[in-house]
């Protein structure tokens, strides 16, 4: 049946009767006023509830049939419960309709804020429902994002010579000369998408046309051939900088690390288009690699005494210096933590131990940093900003890893790398 519109009800008193003879709705109202009247004394009458509003419109629906009538009643009160359950109960005791022998049954009595609350829940789950949809559609997306930024760059070719290169060559303001399609093809591994191969001792005119008003770095093998090439580039192409292959090696034997830590002057410093002078990287021939790990990329612990790589970078007026870089601890437990945090937007903050002091969403983590002590890895499932790493630099973080960078400047007491340079595939 349709349940009365009562406005503010704390309950619905629902009845069925029954009457051995023809009678209608007005009947059965009056049998309810009248024969409750006094029974549990003045203020339990309904007609004295009704005009202090704690008894609503009493519904009444009659089906006649043989003599006999049937229906149902429905009571919205206002009043507490026992009150309620005592007015059920008189009207159960309603023994005649007029002439007629009559029987009122409680069906119930239902709690209509126990009904809202119902519907609120029902609806409330809806909207968390919507909700979660829509973020997890949004988050798919931020992945994907991810995803494609961290995939290399496509293989094409360029000029008249059809001259192997990546895609970046056509757009990017700093090009890097290789000596063959397997340097490109390495570089692209590595993240560079911006390479293109000299393919011949003779430079091909299309080259000098494309460096034209661009910074140009020379990434050559460490042998006889490049030190050729190179004396060839230097009298058709303004060089801003030349970078070799450890001695007896090739670029397209170089790891993916070796690669990014090789390029990492070239790409920190800018500036150096506008620098007169010219240095030369070098990574020692001793330096030994176990192909089997992290995808061609374990650094061996006697290279160094804390288990690391040293880079040396030597510079024409003779100057030396020597870095330290990735310890090899360091890249096996960033691989760990990458195997949990891939594909999840979390973060992980680690101490100078390799402990983990917290593991917090993405969104997160510059609010995290603010308050942690004792942090220097960081670790996310995502795009190391400028803003993280203004952060992290304040808060003493040493190293950042994450998919790629969108960094246009770094401070130099952080290092930030991605998994890509550190040989941990994703």
Known sequence: MRLPNTGIVKYHVKLKFEVDG??????????????????????MNLNELQKVSKVGRIEVNVDTRSNIAKGDAVIPMSTDISTAALIAAAIESIDKVGPFQAKFVLVGIDDIRAIKKKIIVDRAKRIVQEWATKTISEGEE????????SKPGKLTAFGKAQLACGTGVFDSDWIILVEGRADVINLLRAGFDNAIAIEGAKVDESIIKLTEGKRVVAFLDGDRAGDLILKELHGLVKIDKVLRAPNGREVEECTPLEIAEILREAVSHPAVAHHPRTT?????????????????DELDPSAHPHGGRTTRIVEQEGKESLQTEHDQEMVLKVQNVFSEINETLEAVLLDDSMRILVKVPVSDIVKQLGESEGGKFLV??????????????RAGIEYIVGHRT????????????????LGIPN
């Open 22 to 43: 023809l009678v209608e709705k007005a009947d059965i109202i009056g049998a309810i006023f009248g024969q409750t009247e006094g029974l549990l004394g003045p203020e």
């Open 142 to 149: 931020m992945l994907k994002d991810v995803y494609d930024a």
């Open 280 to 296: 030369t990287t070098h990574i020692p021939q001793d330096t030994k690699h176990d192909y089997r790990k992290h995808g061609g």
């Open 380 to 393: 996310l499932d995502g795009i190391v900003t400028q803003r993280l790493i203004d952060v992290a630099d």
């Open 406 to 421: 969108t960094a246009s400047k770094k401070p130099t007491a952080v290092k930030v790398h991605t998994f890509e340079e």
